[in-house]
């Protein structure tokens, strides 16, 4: 029930002692460590996340890792709608910004540096398609696009996109 939304669990006895060891520093082990921290009452520094690789993010990495250098294995998309990674970005503080989340500072950087998608419309073995600024989707074939996302893989056999 909504109301009951932000109603924490009792802080378990002990639970300072308690240690955790996590194996895996992506984006799912990086939300265990916040959810054991904030629901579980775990304090972060009882907390070890192990990770084969010397850059945490796992599949979601992104870092400097050098003058001028920058590792990010791929793009991200990040919606509106992804209710979850917002409830976890909303408890985490800003490394950078004090007194913001994760979830504003993101918002933050989005309104100042907007991210431009056009790039992906190319051309010609990677030419920026030059049409790309008028492209649009009409509604009828947005519709279509949406019923195939959401077609059983069986039904798709076959298929061809024009
Ligand atoms: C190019 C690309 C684009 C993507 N785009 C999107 C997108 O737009 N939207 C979206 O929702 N998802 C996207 N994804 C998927 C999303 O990034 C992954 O689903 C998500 O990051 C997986 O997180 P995870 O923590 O489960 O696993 P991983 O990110 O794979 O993390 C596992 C971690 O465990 C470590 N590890 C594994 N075994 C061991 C071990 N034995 N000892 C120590 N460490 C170990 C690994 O090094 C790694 O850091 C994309 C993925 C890629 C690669």
Known sequence: M???DNVRAHKPEGIEERKAYIVGGGIAGLAAAVFLIDDCYVPGENITIYDQLPVFGGSMDAAKIGEGQYTDRGERELEPYMECLWYLCNKVPSLYTPGRT?????VDVNKEDRIDAKARLLVNRGQLWEGANK???????SRKMMDMIAMPEQKLDGMSIE
Do not use: A
């Not at 994760?102 to 993101?106: A, D, L």
């Open 2 to 4: 909504k109301q009951f």
């Open 102 to 106: 994760i979830t504003e500072e993101t």
């Open 135 to 141: 492209f649009k989707m009409s509604p009828k074939f």
